[in-house]
């Protein structure tokens, strides 16, 4: 079945530092979306991709999807102690009705002020 | 718009007790999903439901079980309760298509 790594388990940064958490899926993906769950919260859905190659932005969160719809990564720049939480991806497949996201393991950013 | 609601939050059974979960989606969304969380082990899917239809199942023994009413609102019963049952319930609706996902606050469950 679908299988989607995500890497790393865990990050701590130093405020300020940038934070990258990567996406790969063992097949070809009909959509990725992205989720931050805070400690002690439920997960937030931040944003879908769903086109080959296609880059998105929140402030300064970037979202790529790779070529092949296959990868994904979040990157944010010059994290603050708000970022902290843990990122998880989920890839869709294109399966119709019986449409299924698959979940990453999830990467626990901590940020140190 | 109300959010998803999901109730108990927090619940303590005991070893071989059974336990029913219930979740509210979003007004107008028919897809409702479990999803059991773990320290170390991300969210694992426990099972989809749409328009009172299993449509999805993850991997987990014949114990779990749910089921999903006419006004889409679902529950999820876990019967002879294990000490690895001990985790975060987290149900989420979603509407039509690859619509995201949207949780509720979970329900807490320890089993002693």
């Known amino acids: 079945g679908q299988q989607v790594m995500q890497i790393p388990q865990y990050q701590h940064v130093q405020e300020g530092e940038d934070f990258t958490t990567y996406c790969n899926s063992s097949t070809t993906l009909s959509n990725i979306q992205w989720y931050k769950q805070r400690p002690g919260g439920h997960p937030v859905f931040l944003i879908q991709?769903?086109?080959?190659?296609e880059v998105k932005k929140q402030k300064r969160l970037t979202f790529q999807f790779g070529e092949a719809k296959k990868n994904s990564s979040l990157h944010i720049t010059a994290t603050q102690t708000t970022d902290v939480g843990t990122y998880f991806c989920?890839?869709?497949?294109?399966?119709?009705?019986?449409?299924?996201?698959?979940f990453g393991k999830g990467t626990l950013l901590t940020v140190n002020p | 718009k109300a959010g998803v609601t999901q109730t108990p939050r927090y619940l303590i059974k005991t070893r071989g007790q059974q336990v029913t979960l219930s979740c509210s989606p979003i007004s107008g969304h028919r897809s409702v999903s479990w999803y059991q969380q773990t320290p170390g082990q991300g969210l694992q899917f426990l099972f989809e439901y749409f328009s009172e239809t299993q449509r999805n199942k993850g991997n987990f023994p014949g114990r779990f079980s749910g089921r999903q009413f006419s006004n889409s609102r679902s529950e999820m019963n876990v019967s002879t309760l294990e000490l690895g049952d001990s985790a975060l319930y987290l149900c989420?609706?979603?509407?039509?298509?690859?619509?995201?996902?949207?949780f509720g606050n979970g329900t807490r469950l320890t089993v002693t």
């Open positions: 989920a890839g869709g497949n294109s399966g119709g009705s019986n449409y299924k996201l698959t």
């Open positions: 991709l769903v086109k080959s190659g």
């Open positions: 989420a609706s979603r509407g039509t298509g690859n619509s995201p996902l949207h």
